[in-house]
């Protein structure tokens, strides 16, 4: 722009556009600053959605863990439960048994006892 006395009409129109220069660099600023904290917006929501993701397979795989672990002890029960059974029968076995062998077998077994 041209620039020809402090008076002239183009210096007065040179001086009144430097305020909406700043203002355009207000208005830039603002934009640019407005876009970093959508950025990090989007940053965290992706976060959050990656920290849900590694929720659910963490829950899946306790879900997977306690239902293993119920099967597991649902096993143990059973076991304990044959395992009683089983000695029930022996000591039972061991009242029964006749004569003098039948005698020291009881025997050993109160001492184990």
Do not use: C, F, Y
């Amino acid at each position: 722009m041209k620039r020809t006395s402090r008076t002239g009409n183009i210096w007065v129109r040179a001086t009144a556009m430097k305020p909406a220069r700043a203002q355009a660099r207000s208005h830039r600023a603002e934009l640019q600053q407005l876009a970093r904290e959508r950025d990090e917006a989007e940053a965290k929501l992706r976060e959050t959605q990656h920290a849900d993701a590694a929720t659910a397979k963490k829950m899946e795989a306790l879900t997977d863990a306690a239902m293993t672990a119920r099967g597991q002890a649902l096993d143990a029960a059973l076991e304990r439960s044959k395992a009683q059974g089983e000695l029930r029968a022996l000591l039972d076995a061991i009242e029964k048994a006749p004569g003098l062998t039948g005698w020291l077998v009881r025997r050993a077994a109160k001492r184990i006892r």
